[in-house]
């Protein structure tokens, strides 16, 4: 059974209701959270908006980036404690929830290291002035998180706003909070004031939609899907806050007939099955040059077939989805697109032995789509992985911009100039040529456009999400 975590304490919440949290490898229950409520929600702002007027708002810059860089050392001190805690709360394979951990450990390293490098500048004005042009914290910042990556969420979302120099608030995802539990005690050992992170768990609808419409919050990161993402805007609309969205995507894989297919084949598989499939930016589409499609895709489906569902401890190449709920919506589409004749290229499988009660499914490979299926359009969020065929260049830019998202996207070509042109033209926040992912790319600026969202994190474009820019303007004669 665990409990909020407001001004440096666990605490039961005041409804005193709890409920059940499933690990997704076995389908049993392993513990219980607090169900927060508007008025844990109330306490952990105050919580927040005191540490920022105190002891956390004192902080120099470069004393926070110190606690958060010690913060990065306790991680790796505790490291597999929370691959285990990750693993048992999400299902996930050992070697992803050891990945995750590393990442997670490196969104402090490298927060840390930034905290005292978000420069101001002088702007050259009038005679007789001086204009300076500084960056300030928000103030309280609400995070609502997803449950696919909870310990990177909480380095990559929570940490940019505290290396800002903001107090946090975070509801995290329901299905899944033991790390960022667990995280946050590790961050009042190494030295953060109380009040400075604060966590109430608990069902989106109650504590997620009170922390969205609280007045004293002053900024708000939300990732998660794109309805809830709706409904988190316009509660930020109605007390007129700024907020980054982190939705879906349907990110596509394009592969020209002169890429290289070895190196292309495993990435193309990676790219969907990693997680699961439960990765904002799987990459869920591949679009072939037609005249090499059956031999590109001879080669995925290869690859595919060997593809293996466990659980954490087998560490296979997926684990079960998160939930009874996930494992109906990617069966729903599995169902609809054999129904509808599309052609299963291949199959992984669920490995023997795997507990009854687990939500695993099998990998699957559909080709060739129709354009305009439920297949293309739909994020499934599961490691269902769905081939078109395209004719041209101009051909691959329009499928690839056929979905409402742009998030990710990958162009696979050894020709420069079409890698150019179509990094330019492809609808997406980030563009891979020749590979796809990169370890976390903690560095790196990322965020959608269009349905997958706005804003950006990770690298230091996060941190001018979490800053107010002011400009001083001094006459001085
Ligand atoms: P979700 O939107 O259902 O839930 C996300 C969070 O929102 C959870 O903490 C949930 O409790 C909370 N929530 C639910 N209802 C709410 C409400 N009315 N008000 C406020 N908060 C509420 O999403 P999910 O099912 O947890 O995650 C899957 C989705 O997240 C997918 O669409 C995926 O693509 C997306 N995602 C995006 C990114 C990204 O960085 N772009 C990363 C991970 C996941």
Known sequence: MTQHFINGRHVAGRSGETMAVLAPATGEEFTRIACGTAEDIDDAVKAA??????????????????????????????????????????????????????????????????????HGHIIPFLNGYNVNVIHEPHGVTGHILPWNYPA??????????????????????????????????????VGFPDGAINIVTGRGHEAGAALSAHHGVDFMSFTGSPEVGRMVQHACAEHLIPCTLELGGKSPQI?????????????????????????????????????????????????????RAGTPEMDLDCGP??????????????????????????????????????????????????????????????????????????????????????????????????????????RAGQVFINGYGAGGGIELPFGGTGKSGHGREKGFAALEEFAVTKTIVHKHG
């Open 321 to 426: 989805v998160i939930n009874a709920r996930q494992r109906g919506r990617v069966q729903s589409f599995v169902d609809q697109a054999r129904e509808a004749g599309i052609p299963v290229i291949a199959e992984g499988a669920i490995a023997q032995g795997v507990p009854n009660g687990g939500f695993y499914v099998t990998p699957t490979l559909f080709g060739k789509v129709p354009r305009g299926n439920r297949l293309e359009q739909e994020e499934v969020f599961g490691p269902v992985l769905a081939a078109f065929p395209f004719s041209d260049e101009a051909d691959a830019i329009k499928l690839a911009n056929s979905t409402e998202y742009g998030l990710v996207a990958a162009v696979w070509t050894r020709d420069g100039g079409r890698q150019q042109r179509v990094a330019k033209k492809v």
């Open 255 to 307: 592969v020209f007939d002169d890429a290289d297919f070895d190196v292309a084949v495993p990435i193309v598989c990676k790219a969907i099955v990693q997680n699961t499939g439960q990765t904002c930016s799987a990459g869920s589409r591949v679009l072939v040059q037609s005249h090499v499609y059956d031999e590109f895709m001879g080669a995925v489906a290869k690859e595919f077939t060997k593809l």
């Open 152 to 189: 990177q969420m909480f380095g990559r979302s929570l940490t940019a706003a505290l290396a800002m120099g903001n107090a946090v608030v975070l509801k995290p995802a329901e299905e899944a909070c033991q790390t960022a539990l667990r995280l946050a005690v590790l961050a009042s050992e």
């Open 49 to 118: 908006r005191a540490a920022y007027e105190g002891a956390w708002g004192r902080l120099t810059a470069a004393e926070r980036g110190r606690l958060i860089a010690k913060l990065g050392l306790k991680v790796l001190d505790h490291f597999d404690e929370l691959a285990k805690i990750e693993a048992q709360d999400t299902g996930k394979p050992m070697a992803q929830a050891r990945a995750d951990i590393d990442a997670t450990a490196r969104y402090f390293e490298f927060y840390g290291g930034a905290a005292d490098k978000v």
